[in-house]
């Protein structure tokens, strides 16, 4: 640890043998500054706001990284980011950063927690096919995309206080319990079908109870195959329940839409 180091310069540490890095003060780092690092397993920059993409290139044995001040996470022309070549990779820390582009994390599946405390928009299978069992979190989080946590069987938490519009297949085959939502506009095709452990949900259209005219898009077989549900609440109006919405959800005893309980 270097508390006082500001700038980490061009090939810095290149091919080295270093195995931590822990760098609180530094506000630039150049070109293949930690490339080609073999034996690197967590690096710390919590004060950088910008990363090269390049600068944990090859560095393939990285299991955490922490850009708490970084913004942006940057996609290559060729497809490259900071956790492509990083089979390993279980925890990421970025604070700030308010976009997770897509497939960024897709298949990672040594990936068990990531902290986001500002994302408004996660792509389309950012998550899928990962381990992850959690994120911090969701509060901001406006739009998720297609696919975005498809089978990554271990994830267990979805609270939405902001969620305007959840893609198709989104959280398809993972543990979520329970589903809280209040201002969503748009639930995709399958959003969350097959989850076995979801037991209760509640959707409201915030629009509902402000102006008496919350409408919502609901895709086909929002919560098919969910054997553990048990109770739904859909606060909104002017809308269809589409096919296959609740099929085989056979422990479901109470729903409720709007003022009326079937």
Known sequence: TLTKLKTVGDYAFYGTDVTDVELPSVTRVGEYAFAGCASLKDISLKSLSSLPLSALKDSTAISIIRLNSVKTLPVGEDGSTYVR????????????????????????DHLG?????????????????TALSGINSFEMVEVIGDYAF??????TTATFDCATEIGDYAFYGTKITDLDTFYIEKIGDYAFANCPYLDDVVIYNDDYYNEGNGVIELGK????????????VLMFEDVELPDYFFK?????????VGNSVT
């Open 85 to 108: 070549d990083k089979p390993l990779i279980s925890q990421f820390y970025g604070e700030r950063v308010t976009e997770i582009p897509d497939s960024y994390f897709e298949g990672k």
């Open 113 to 129: 927690y990531v902290s986001f405390a500002n994302v408004t928009k996660i792509g389309n299978r950012a998550f899928m096919n």
């Open 150 to 155: 498809y089978n990554a069987p271990l994830f």
């Open 221 to 232: 077989g929002v919560f098919e195959n969910n054997t553990g549900l048990t109770r739904a």
């Open 248 to 256: 085989n959800c056979s422990k479901l005893i109470s729903v409720t």
